[in-house]
C-alpha cells in the first residue's frame, strides 16, 4: 500500500523557535508538495519540489524554507515560527493524482 | 492564474437522496480536474479526476462528476447518498504546463443524515 508518512501528528512550539516538519514518501515519485490547511481557505501550497536539491515556491512561501536532499525525503522548515502559522500542514507527492500525508496539527503559542 | 470556487460551505442531504457538491474554475487552456475527500481525522483521498474524453468521469465510492467546458463547472455527483459519505470535499484544479501545481477549493461539508 502506497504511503506518505509525515513524522508527528500533532506539534506545539513556542514563538520564535525553529521547527521542522517531516514528509517520507515510499512511491519513488520525484514530485512532492507541502499544503497548510486552513478552514474557509482550503490547501494553499507552501512550496514543492520536482527533483532532489530542486524546489519551487508555491502560492504562500513567505516564512517557509524546504529541503529534499533525498528523493524520498520533503521537509518543510518554518524559520522562526509565528502564531500565525499555526495550522494544518500537509504533505503530497504524485503526478496528476496526489497521495497525502495524515497531516501534522502545529500550534505556535 | 487558476483558482477553484467551490461556492457552498455546507451541504445536508438526508441519506438515500442525490448529492451534488459544486465547484466552478478557471484556468488558461485546458484544465485538468480533481475531486478529493477528507473523512474526519484523517488524511485526503483521491476520488476522481478529469483529463480529456468523455465529460462524465465515474470515480470511487459510486462518486461521478460532469465536467462542463461552456460553465466551467465540475460537479461531483452521487445518485443516492450514505451516511458514510458525510466529510469535507475538495475540488483542483491544474492548469496544463503549469508545473502540475494543484489548486484547491476552499472545501464543503457534506452532510448526510439518517
Known amino acids: 500500500d502506497v504511503k506518505v508518512t509525515q513524522s508527528s501528528r500533532y506539534l506545539v512550539k513556542r514563538t520564535g523557535e525553529k521547527v521542522f516538519l517531516e514528509c517520507v514518501q515510499d512511491?519513488?515519485?520525484?514530485?512532492m508538495f507541502w499544503y497548510r490547511q486552513d478552514p474557509g481557505l482550503g490547501l494553499r501550497l507552501i512550496y514543492f519540489?520536482?527533483?532532489?536539491?530542486?524546489?519551487e515556491k508555491g502560492d504562500i512561501p513567505e516564512g517557509y524554507s524546504v529541503s529534499r536532499e533525498k528523493k524520498e525525503r520533503f521537509s518543510l522548515i518554518l524559520e522562526s515560527a509565528s502564531t500565525n502559522q499555526t495550522s494544518m500542514y500537509l504533505c503530497a507527492s504524485g503526478l496528476e493524482k496526489l497521495f497525502f500525508g495524515s497531516g501534522t496539527q502545529l500550534s505556535v503559542l | 492564474a487558476q483558482s477553484v470556487a467551490q461556492p457552498e460551505d455546507q451541504v445536508n442531504v438526508a441519506e438515500g437522496n442525490p448529492l451534488t457538491v459544486k465547484c466552478t474554475y478557471s484556468v488558461s487552456g485546458n484544465p485538468y480536474l480533481f475531486w478529493y475527500v477528507q473523512y474526519p481525522n484523517r488524511g485526503l483521498q483521491f476520488l476522481l479526476k478529469y483529463i480529456t474524453g468523455d465529460n462524465l468521469v465515474k470515480g470511487s465510492y459510486g462518486f461521478e462528476a460532469e465536467f462542463n467546458k461552456s460553465q466551467t463547472s465540475f460537479h461531483l455527483k452521487k445518485p443516492s447518498a450514505l451516511v458514510s459519505d458525510s466529510a469535507l470535499y475538495f475540488c483542483?484544479?491544474?492548469?496544463?504546463?503549469?508545473?502540475?501545481?494543484?489548486?484547491f477549493g476552499a472545501g464543503t461539508t457534506v452532510t448526510v443524515r439518517a
Open positions: 512511491m519513488d515519485h520525484e514530485n
Open positions: 483542483a484544479v491544474m492548469g496544463l504546463g503549469n508545473d502540475y501545481k494543484l489548486s
Open positions: 519540489s520536482y527533483d532532489v536539491k530542486m524546489k
